[in-house]
């Protein structure tokens, strides 16, 4: 009796840990799918997934992404609870100036998840695509590099539905202007009078945005860089990657961008020797 007593004590709590696990995982995309909050100024992923997988893409990748930033950022996690209590205790005249300022600060707190959130899935309303922002403390760059880095290695599959992991270092409206300047940003180590000449090359994929042309935004970014650096379409040691989708772009510099698969997680496992075509989109599949 003692003893089935005990299991059934143990099995409540292994369920309130699955509850909470299963609420944590509703809370980050609890987003619609017709929403869509992705603005200029965010930093974050350019993902794409298998039509109809995008909440479970995200999911997966969210997993993903944490297990390697807390490799990479390990004290992360204590220095974003330590600046959240900084913040809660300052005065609320430091937090804003105005009425408007108090208030959006005590919505803000209000939301608040006790859980630090270091990653969170936004819809771009587009099939097969979607965004993860990232906290500001995070780089993506080097998150993508160390994580597919180990992945080329281990060869262990993480995910089910995720292709492209693309790195969001500047997020940017869909302007041929704004994305110049915000390749220039990304780019900058390579544009500085010091910088050693090295390879490059450009990758350029345009969704639902009639105004832009490819030609104009390839011609208009590598224009700065063919001063010192030499394009080589097959194996650049730096990639630059835009993406644009309807109103927005994302921006990333990746190095040996081929060697890793162009970032596919559905290809990176695949023997390279294999003479099967590596797609660059992820084709549907059924469960």
Do not use: W
Request: with cysteine.
């Amino acid at each position: 009796m003692g003893k089935r007593a005990t299991e059934g004590s143990g099995g409540k709590g292994s369920q309130q840990k699955r509850a909470k696990r299963h609420q944590y995982l509703k809370d980050r995309v609890k987003y619609p799918q017709n929403s869509f909050d992705i603005s200029p100024g965010m930093k974050g992923f350019f993902v794409t997934c298998t039509r109809g997988r995008e909440k479970k893409s995200a999911s997966e990748t969210i997993d993903l992404l944490e297990e390697f930033a807390n490799k990479l950022y390990p004290n992360l996690e204590e220095e974003i609870a330590a600046e959240k209590d900084a913040s809660d205790d300052a005065p609320a005249a430091q937090a804003g100036g105005g009425i408007e300022d108090e208030i959006a600060r005590e919505i803000a707190e209000m939301k608040a998840s006790p859980k630090i959130k270091m990653f969170r899935y936004l819809p771009s309303t587009i099939d097969c695509i979607l965004y993860i922002k990232c906290h500001r403390k995070i780089d993506p760059e080097a998150l993508v590099q160390f994580m597919f880095a180990e992945l080329s290695v281990t060869k262990q599959r993480k995910t089910r539905f995720t292709g492209r992991l693309i790195p969001a270092k500047v997020t940017t409206t869909s302007k041929l202007d704004a994305i110049v300047k915000g390749a220039t940003q990304v780019a900058h180590e390579l544009l500085a009078e010091d910088a050693e000449p090295t390879t490059f090359a450009l990758v350029v994929n345009i969704r639902y945005c009639d105004d832009l042309k490819r030609d104009d935004v390839i011609l208009a970014v590598a224009a700065p860089l063919d001063v010192k650096h030499k394009v080589d379409l097959k194996n650049a040691r730096y990639t630059l990657v835009i993406e644009v989708f309807k109103s927005m772009a994302t921006i990333g510099l990746v190095e040996n961008y081929n060697a890793l698969r162009r970032l596919n997680l559905q290809t990176l496992f695949d023997d390279p020797s294999a003479k099967k075509p590596v797609e660059d989109v992820v084709q549907n599949m059924d469960e």
